[in-house]
Nanobody, 124 residues
Framework: QVQLVESGGGLVQAGGSLRLSCAAS????????MAWFRQAPGKEREFVAA????????YYADSVKGRFTISRDNAENTSYLQMNSLNPEDTAVYVC?????????????????WGQGTQVTVSS
């Protein structure tokens, strides 16, 4: 059974940083794309960042570009989302997703595996 488990969320003041982790088990994601999405209360799920199977190409939503960094450690079968300069608009449940291909995309339906999410709350 494939599982993606997020961790690292919490409460942080505006301007602060958090590092989210997504630990995968049940299959290796070393050549598969991984991504992060988020959903705030009353809002649609939105794409945050993705990294392709090679780890060489990353993609970001305009709202987080320059502040967030996605990375991966294939030896640990884990992806990370470093979030800096957080603001209250970043408050959401952050969910990790894993694909079965190496193609990174912002399209949710391209990802087969999903975690349960971790809450990030940014206070003003």
């Amino acid at each position: 059974q494939v599982q993606l488990v997020e961790s690292g969320g919490g409460l942080v003041q505006a301007g602060g940083s958090l590092r989210l982790s997504c630990a995968a088990s049940g299959r290796t994601f070393s050549s598969a794309a991984m991504a992060w999405f988020r959903q705030a209360p009353g809002k649609e799920r939105e794409f945050v960042a993705a990294i392709d199977g090679t780890g060489l190409h990353t993609y970001y939503a305009d709202s987080v570009k320059g502040r967030f960094t996605i990375s991966r450690d294939n030896a640990e079968n884990t992806s990370y989302l470093q979030m800096n300069s957080l603001n209250p608009e970043d408050t959401a449940v952050y969910v990790c997703a894993g694909s079965v291909t190496g193609w990174a995309t912002s399209i949710p339906s391209a990802y087969r595996y999903w975690g349960q999410g971790t809450q990030v709350t940014v206070s003003s």
